[in-house]
T-cell receptor, first 118, second 112 residues
Framework: GAVVSQHPSWVICKSGTSVKIECRSLDFQATTMFWYRQFPKQSLMLMATSNEGSKATYEQGVEKDKFLINHASLTLSTLTVTSAHPEDSSFYIC??????????????FGSGTQLSVL | GQQLNQSPQSMFIQEGEDVSMNCTSS?????WLWYKQDPGEGPVLLIALYKAGELTSNGRLTAQFGITRKDSFLNISASIPSDVGIYFC????????????WGLGTSLAVNP
């Protein structure tokens, strides 16, 4: 089945530094990718929708200058957390929209990135 | 934002028991998806439903797309310890810019 690779799995950084998270669709082309944030024991919260070749669409309350998204190709989207602060510590998950053999639309998720900002 | 009503919030069962959880919505969805999430991992798709009334199985898992298109349930038969995790339902509505709407999750614990 379709696979989405997310890297890194976890990262620890100092406050003020920037962190880049990559999301790749390995065996299908993903014109649309989504970035989520998840706090412990809570559901996924959509941050932004990333479309290949165009600017990302951010959800209300998400700072676009803080969370930079680049979807440069049909198989890669990146999320950069700029000038990270401890309150940015969270579990970040990407997903990619693809179709199965029956052409039914599905959303496949990366394995997530645990970000800890010291 | 909009969320689905998912219940129960948590379950603690004995190994071998059957499990049932459901999601309801005030609006209609075109697609219902059920995911399982293990700690520190991203959600893994279990079952996808595309038609009202559709009943689909995946091993010991069975899910149905409600006939009203406003609800869905997931059943797990003969539970085993590795079924432990958080189960999320999600709905996809063409009228919502194709964004997933999530339930709050059902945390399942299985006592061996």
């Amino acid at each position: 089945g379709a696979v989405v690779s997310q890297h890194p799995s976890w990262v620890i950084c100092k406050s003020g530094t920037s962190v880049k998270i990559e999301c790749r669709s390995l065996d299908f082309q993903a014109t649309t990718m989504f970035w989520y944030r998840q706090f412990p024991k809570q559901s996924l919260m959509l941050m932004a929708t990333s479309n290949e070749g165009s600017k990302a669409t951010y959800e209300q309350g998400v700072e676009k200058d803080k969370f930079l998204i680049n979807h440069a190709s049909l198989t890669l989207s990146t999320l950069t957390v700029t000038s990270a602060h401890p309150e940015d510590s969270s579990f970040y998950i990407c997903s990619a929209r693809g179709r199965d053999r029956g052409l039914n639309e599905k959303l496949f998720f990366g394995s997530g990135t645990q970000l800890s900002v010291l | 934002g909009q969320q689905l009503n998912q219940s129960p919030q948590s379950m603690f069962i004995q190994e071998g028991e059957d499990v049932s959880m459901n999601c309801t919505s005030s609006s209609i969805f075109n697609t219902w998806l059920w995911y399982k999430q293990d700690p520190g991992e991203g959600p893994v798709l279990l079952i996808a439903l595309y038609k009202a009334g559709e009943l689909t199985s995946n091993g010991r898992l069975t899910a149905q797309f409600g006939i009203t298109r406003k609800d869905s349930f997931l059943n797990i038969s003969a539970s085993i310890p590795s079924d432990v995790g958080i189960y999320f339902c999600a709905g996809l509505n063409a009228g919502n810019n194709r964004k997933l709407i999530w339930g709050l999750g059902t945390s399942l614990a299985v006592n061996p």
